[in-house]
């Protein structure tokens, strides 16, 4: 399984992202895929999950203003993100594991594969 997140930069506050992790290798129908974020000096955080039947978490500082989505015909995860604060600035990563069909989590050490990650910042 491959990964590759896109769609980074740099944005003033109160404006609008929309990051794509584009994906290839197994089947990933039963994975859990997820998009997670990493601050300078701070732990890997998970932001939004969504899995196989489409069900969808959030975390708590980002309920309202993401939203997480995919394209399977694309092969394509997405974030859209908007409203967005300097303390969302921070290394975006998608990750993938498979879940055997059920609810996804936040536990990092869950996922298997992760792309390189995409820098955003917000001033």
């Known amino acids: 399984v491959q990964l590759v997140e896109s769609g980074g930069g740099t944005v003033q506050a109160g404006g609008a992202l929309t990051l794509s992790c584009s994906y290839s290798?197994?089947?990933?129908?039963?994975?859990?895929m997820g998009w997670f974020r990493q601050a300078p000096g701070q732990a890997r955080e998970g932001v939004a999950t969504?899995?196989?039947?489409?069900?969808?978490m959030y975390a708590d500082s980002v309920k309202g203003r993401f939203t997480i989505s995919k394209d399977s015909a694309k092969n394509t995860l997405y974030l859209q993100m908007n409203s967005l604060k300097p303390e969302d600035t921070a290394m975006y990563y998608c990750?993938?594991?498979?879940?055997?069909?059920?609810?996804?989590?936040?536990?990092?050490?869950?996922?298997?594969?992760w792309g390189p990650g995409t820098q955003v910042t917000v001033s």
């Open positions: 290798g197994n089947n990933l129908r039963a994975y859990c």
């Open positions: 990750g993938v594991y498979d879940a055997h069909g059920g609810r996804c989590s936040f536990r990092e050490d869950f996922y298997d594969y």
């Open positions: 969504i899995d196989t039947h489409s069900n969808i």
